[in-house]
Structure formats: structure tokens, C-alpha cells
């Protein structure tokens, strides 16, 4: 019993020796940045070829590559919103953001645009679209990996 309290004590004081750990993170100026822009535009790329040659091969009858096209299609959109908090973060003066407390921070619109403020607030919840994906992308290839149940029903015995 003291034992586990410890550990749970340790496990604490660990936690909040711990830096913050933000969902966009700002990268170096000006080549870090650049590059980073640069592989959001190739990973959108990639994605949108994926989903074109799984279509184009009539692979998306079958559920695993089904599911891995809309984790193809959440990672676009997800790349996409990365791209545009970079850009308003590290290449605008349109956003400025203050930190309040640990918990807490203020985001400043230039020119009192309320809604671009909440828009900027929305966008930094980029989790909402890459965690769909890579739930996506984790069940399409546990169905691509299970035989059985990868098959179409409509193909089951057809041969």
C-alpha cells in the first residue's frame, strides 16, 4: 500500500516537472518552418494520391481499405488546419497569443476580429480531426491484417 502511494506520488511530481506540451508547436524560423509548411503540403499530397489510387482499384469495396481512405481523408483535413495555425502563428500578425496561467491564455485578434480569435481557437484543436484519422487508420489495418473478416461479404464464395 505505501508502496503504490509513492508511486502515485512520484508519478505527480513527475507530471509537473513535465514542460508543456502544445498540439501546434512552433518550429524555428525561418528553415525549420518553411520545411515543416513544405511537408504539410507534400503530406496532403500523398494523401489525396492514396485515396485516388485506392478508388481508381475499386479497393475501397473492401471495409480495411474503406476505412484507411477516410483516415486518408480526416489526415488531409488535419494537415490542412496544421498548416493554417502555422501560418497565423509564425507568419501573420493577425493572432497574438498571451499566456494567462497554465491553464489558461489569451488570444488577441488584430483589428477586434472576435470571430478570428474563435477561429484560431478552433483550429488549434487539431486532435479533433487527427485522432478520427488515426482511429481510422488503426482499425482499417486491423481489418486489412484479420482475413476473415477483411473479405466483402458480397465475395464470399464467388470464386
Not at 499530397?45 to 474503406?66: D, E, F, K, N, T
Not at 483550429?123 to 485522432?131: A, G, S
Given at each position: 500500500?505505501?508502496i503504490?502511494?509513492?508511486?502515485?506520488?512520484?508519478?505527480?511530481?513527475?507530471?509537473r516537472?513535465?514542460?508543456?506540451?502544445?498540439?501546434?508547436q512552433?518550429?524555428?524560423?525561418?528553415?525549420?518552418?518553411?520545411?515543416?509548411?513544405?511537408?504539410?503540403?507534400?503530406?496532403?499530397?500523398?494523401?489525396?494520391?492514396?485515396?485516388?489510387?485506392?478508388?481508381?482499384?475499386?479497393?475501397?469495396?473492401?471495409?480495411?481499405?474503406?476505412?484507411?481512405?477516410?483516415?486518408?481523408?480526416?489526415?488531409?483535413?488535419?494537415?490542412?488546419?496544421?498548416?493554417?495555425v502555422h501560418?497565423m502563428?509564425?507568419?501573420?500578425?493577425?493572432?497574438?497569443?498571451?499566456?494567462?496561467?497554465?491553464?489558461?491564455i489569451?488570444?488577441?485578434?488584430?483589428?477586434?476580429?472576435?470571430?478570428?480569435?474563435?477561429?484560431?481557437?478552433f483550429?488549434?484543436?487539431?486532435?479533433?480531426?487527427?485522432?478520427p484519422?488515426?482511429?481510422?487508420?488503426?482499425?482499417?489495418?486491423?481489418?486489412?491484417?484479420?482475413?476473415?473478416?477483411?473479405?466483402?461479404?458480397?465475395q464470399?464464395?464467388?470464386?
Open positions: 500500500m505505501k503504490n502511494r509513492l508511486f502515485w506520488l512520484g508519478w505527480i511530481f513527475l507530471f516537472l513535465a514542460p508543456p506540451a502544445y498540439a501546434t512552433a518550429h524555428g524560423a525561418p528553415e525549420g518552418l518553411y520545411t515543416h509548411q513544405l511537408s504539410h503540403i507534400f503530406f496532403i499530397v500523398a494523401m489525396g494520391i492514396l485515396i485516388y489510387w485506392l478508388r481508381s482499384r475499386h479497393l475501397v469495396r473492401q471495409p480495411g481499405w474503406r476505412l484507411i481512405q477516410y483516415a486518408s481523408v480526416f489526415f488531409i483535413l488535419w494537415s490542412l488546419d496544421a498548416f493554417l501560418y502563428d509564425e507568419q501573420t500578425e493577425l493572432i497574438r497569443v498571451a499566456r494567462a496561467s497554465d491553464w489558461q489569451h488570444i488577441y485578434a488584430a483589428g477586434d476580429r472576435a470571430w478570428l480569435g474563435l477561429l484560431y481557437y483550429m488549434k484543436l487539431d486532435h479533433l480531426l487527427c485522432v484519422g488515426m482511429v481510422f487508420l488503426y482499425m482499417g489495418l486491423r481489418r486489412l491484417t484479420d482475413p476473415v473478416r477483411s473479405m466483402d461479404p458480397g464470399e464464395g464467388s470464386s
